[in-house]
């Protein structure tokens, strides 16, 4: 794996409806391991030296987990997915000029073979960043991926802004990417605060990408299994499909 990629891992929301007080959704267990290690345990196959794991809610939960295997970053306010990538860049010392960025609490689900073709598939097309791709047959409650007659993302609507005719495509974004460093320094700082929490989310790079002409690619890893865990019904929703 190319030594100039490095990871970061998001793992510092409360998860507030999954009603835990103590323990980070993360560190919740999965197919008999918690959440995050299947993740680090990937990262590590893939021979990724440079691993940043964001902590923010019940930090010890996840620290105790994974001790001296990747970096800490600590975002003492939950100011979004923008704000937890941006406290995480000076970890990722100069050698690094591309970073995957994933979830801790849905990417239990990506394979070693998918993650490799995103990598390869950036490194092949040396774009700004490359986002993946998956389809859903219900894919309620995503961001759709928008795209023109070419083929190239305009857009990743989200299910509260799309029209009917939007919510019908299948095609998601399950946020997981690979950016430049670069592309990062220079448009995190122009990400704005969602007027209605008050964050500042990584799918808005998305939108400034492609608004400033910078070159964007997608793997599209079609229907691919995946489930994001918001709720104890979604945990055991992902249970039932990690064991299938």
């Not at 030594?3 to 197919?31: F, P």
């Not at 001790?67 to 990538?85: C, M, N």
């Not at 990400?191 to 400034?208: A, H, M, N, Q």
């Not at 400033?212 to 995946?226: D, M």
Request: hydrophobic residues 40%.
């Amino acid at each position: 794996m190319n030594k100039n990629l490095g990871a970061i891992i998001l793992a510092a929301g409360k998860g507030t409806r999954m009603e835990s007080k103590k323990v980070n959704k993360v560190a919740v267990h999965l197919a008999n391991k918690p959440m995050i290690l299947h993740t680090v345990e990937l990262l590590e196959e893939l021979n990724i030296k440079k691993i940043i794991v964001v902590v923010g809610f019940a930090k010890e939960s996840v620290m105790k987990l994974l001790d001296k295997r990747v970096l800490f970053a600590e975002q003492k306010k939950r100011l979004g997915t923008a704000h937890a990538v941006s406290i995480s860049l000076k970890k990722l010392g100069n050698q690094t000029k591309n970073v995957l960025v994933l979830n801790g609490d849905d990417s239990a689900f990506y394979s070693k073979d998918t993650i490799e073709k995103l990598v390869n598939k950036h490194f092949d097309k040396n774009p700004s960043f490359t986002l993946l791709t998956i389809e859903k047959e219900n894919p309620y409650g995503l961001g759709r991926v928008v795209r023109d007659k070419k083929g190239n993302v305009i857009s990743i609507i989200e299910e509260k802004d799309a029209s009917k005719s939007l919510r019908e495509i299948k095609e998601v974004n399950p946020a997981c990417y690979i950016f430049t460093v670069k592309f990062l320094k220079k448009y995190l700082p122009k990400v704005e605060k969602s007027p209605v929490t008050g964050e500042f989310y990584l799918t808005s790079l998305i939108d400034i990408g492609i608004k400033n002409k910078e070159k964007i690619e997608t793997l599209r890893a079609g229907k691919l299994t995946w489930r994001g865990v918001n709720t104890r019904e979604e945990l055991a929703e992902a249970e039932r499909l990690f064991s299938n």
